[in-house]
């Protein structure tokens, strides 16, 4: 598979402050790639570098084949940008701001492109009225349509479902589904390890300017302690039985059920089961926990996602 995105030793500082400390990455061509991270740990600024608007104190980087020093125009052409704020003329209505991008693109035929993408965005009712009147909702759909109007390959999705209500962020779930189907890029950064996981296909991890972690979300999930099988039987002997072979396990007599630490993995709960069959011991039920958001947080920048989103 072919890369989009490609990071090596990316550095940037403000003054004595270092926000990127050298990162590396890969982004595959048609996927999610999610950066995932807290406040302040260089999210907006890695997006900033990769989309022109800043340039690198060192290291290097390609956006769709094309250096992002050496070959600017190259990659604004083949990118979009959605940035933490909605990027929207409130004094226009919905339609005017994508004529707008359509007129910036010099898109000839801009009509059938704009009725398209206010359809796609369920905008067609609003598309007369005035953006100032718009939800936040309907800023972020009408945003990420105007970044639609040049049919980029790559966009760049900068945090764009915080604030959000939950109705709002499903949403914006879906169309990045729709834009993945399509066979487009997206890199997307976000505070939340549960937006990463229905969407990424991979996940970078960076705190304090550096890259702590890289993996799917389940890689994630089973490198931060916590996991653990959860089985309940029918009586107190079975459950003596069990205890007997997983000496590291927690047992609660009162619901008769078995907590067995392990990673989640299907080779690990294999192994659980079948020790558990060879010695003729049912569980009425088993439950597979994996850690959550505030765990991984915690494990890998020390900061539970309660602090962070504050």
């Given at each position: 598979?072919?890369?989009?995105?490609?990071?090596?030793?990316?550095?940037?500082?403000?003054?004595d402050?270092?926000?990127?400390?050298?990162?590396?990455?890969?982004?595959?061509?048609?996927?999610?790639?999610?950066?995932?991270?807290?406040?302040?740990?260089?999210?907006?600024?890695?997006?900033?570098?990769?989309?022109?608007?800043?340039?690198?104190?060192?290291?290097?980087?390609?956006?769709?084949?094309?250096?992002?020093d050496?070959?600017?125009?190259?990659?604004?052409?083949a990118?979009?940008?959605?940035?933490q704020?909605?990027?929207?003329?409130?004094?226009?209505?919905?339609?005017?701001n994508?004529?707008?991008?359509?007129?910036?693109?010099?898109?000839?035929?801009?009509?059938?492109?704009?009725?398209?993408?206010?359809?796609?965005?369920?905008?067609?009712?609003?598309?007369?009225?005035?953006?100032?009147?718009?939800?936040?909702?309907m800023?972020?759909?009408?945003?990420?349509?105007?970044?639609?109007?040049?049919?980029?390959?790559?966009?760049?999705?900068?945090?764009?479902?915080?604030?959000?209500?939950p109705?709002?962020?499903r949403?914006?779930?879906?169309?990045?589904?729709?834009?993945?189907?399509?066979?487009?890029?997206?890199?997307?950064?976000?505070?939340?390890?549960?937006?990463?996981?229905?969407?990424?296909?991979r996940?970078?991890?960076?705190?304090?300017g550096?890259?702590?972690?890289?993996g799917?979300?389940?890689?994630?999930?089973?490198?931060?302690p916590?996991?653990?099988?959860?089985?309940?039987?029918?009586?107190?002997?079975?459950?003596?039985?069990?205890?007997?072979?997983?000496?590291?396990?927690?047992?609660?007599?009162?619901?008769?059920?078995?907590?067995?630490?392990?990673?989640?993995?299907?080779?690990?709960?294999?192994?659980?089961?079948?020790?558990?069959?060879?010695?003729?011991?049912?569980?009425?039920?088993?439950?597979?926990?994996?850690?959550?958001?505030?765990?991984?947080?915690?494990?890998?920048?020390?900061?539970?996602?309660?602090?962070?989103?504050?």
């Open positions: 598979m072919s890369s989009a995105i490609e990071v090596s030793g990316l550095r940037k500082a403000f003054g402050k270092v926000v990127l400390d050298g990162i590396d990455l890969v982004v595959a061509s048609g996927t999610v790639f999610s950066l995932l991270g807290p406040n302040g740990a260089g999210k907006t600024t890695t997006v900033n570098v990769l989309s022109t608007l800043m340039k690198a104190d060192g290291g290097s980087a390609r956006v769709a084949g094309h250096d992002v050496a070959e600017t125009q190259a990659v604004r052409s990118i979009g940008v959605t940035g704020f909605a990027a929207v003329d409130e004094l226009l209505t919905g339609r005017e994508l004529q707008l991008m359509a007129d910036l693109h010099r898109v000839s035929d801009a009509g059938p492109v704009i009725d398209r993408l206010l359809e796609r965005f369920d905008l067609v009712e609003a598309a007369p009225k005035m953006v100032a009147g718009y939800s936040g909702g800023r972020r759909k009408l945003d990420l349509a105007m970044t639609l109007v040049g049919d980029p390959r790559i966009i760049f999705l900068d945090e764009p479902t915080t604030g959000l209500d109705r709002s962020r949403t914006m779930w879906d169309i990045i589904r729709e834009l993945l189907a399509d066979g487009v890029t997206i890199f997307l950064t976000t505070q939340y390890l549960e937006e990463a996981d229905q969407l990424a296909d996940i970078a991890v960076l705190d304090q550096r890259i702590v972690a890289q799917t979300p389940d890689e994630l999930k089973r490198q931060v916590g996991g653990h099988v959860r089985l309940r039987f029918a009586g107190p002997a079975d459950l003596d039985r069990a205890a007997g072979l997983f000496p590291d396990s927690t047992r609660d007599d009162e619901t008769l059920t078995l907590r067995v630490p392990g990673d989640g993995g299907t080779e690990s709960v294999r192994v659980l089961l079948n020790l558990l069959h060879d010695n003729t011991i049912h569980p009425e039920d088993f439950s597979v926990h994996t850690p959550d958001l505030d765990d991984v947080f915690l494990a890998l920048t020390g900061r539970s996602s309660a602090e962070v989103v504050k």
